[in-house]
Nanobody, 122 residues
Framework: VQLQAFGGGLVQAGDSMRLSCAAS?????MGWFRQVPGKAREFVAA????????LYGDSVKGRFTISRDNAKNIVYLQMNTLKFEDTAVYYC???????????????????WGQGTQVTVSS
């Protein structure tokens, strides 16, 4: 499965932004991670195929919402009340086999998108 992320850019603190990730085929769990130069990749959010279960990183709980449209093979990340510390390259990732448990572990994912830069000015 190939993934392509869209929607990054420059916003001000307090603004909102929505990222999208289009998949070329069927996926199971979909996740978003982010990375700042010199730091480890950080788990942001994940969602199962039905959309009935989601998981969020502590730093984004209550501000970010992950959702998906399986008919279009797209996963979304709605980011509200953005903070300067949300600045990072955001990556979407997919698992193509069912039965995964460790959604926050990047090693669980089979495919990765190219990343999209999100910059939040303070």
């Amino acid at each position: 499965v190939q993934l392509q992320a869209f929607g990054g850019g420059l916003v001000q603190a307090g603004d909102s932004m929505r990222l999208s990730c289009a998949a070329s085929g069927r996926t199971e769990v979909m996740g978003w991670f982010r990375q700042v130069p010199g730091k480890a990749r950080e788990f942001v959010a994940a969602i199962n195929r039905s959309g009935g279960s989601t998981l969020y990183g502590d730093s984004v709980k209550g501000r970010f919402t992950i959702s998906r449209d399986n008919a279009k093979n797209i996963v979304y990340l709605q980011m509200n009340t953005l903070k300067f510390e949300d600045t990072a390259v955001y990556y979407c990732a997919s698992e193509e086999s069912p039965g995964s448990f460790y959604w926050s572990d990047s090693a669980e994912y089979d495919s990765w998108g190219q990343g999209t830069q999100v910059t939040v000015s303070s």
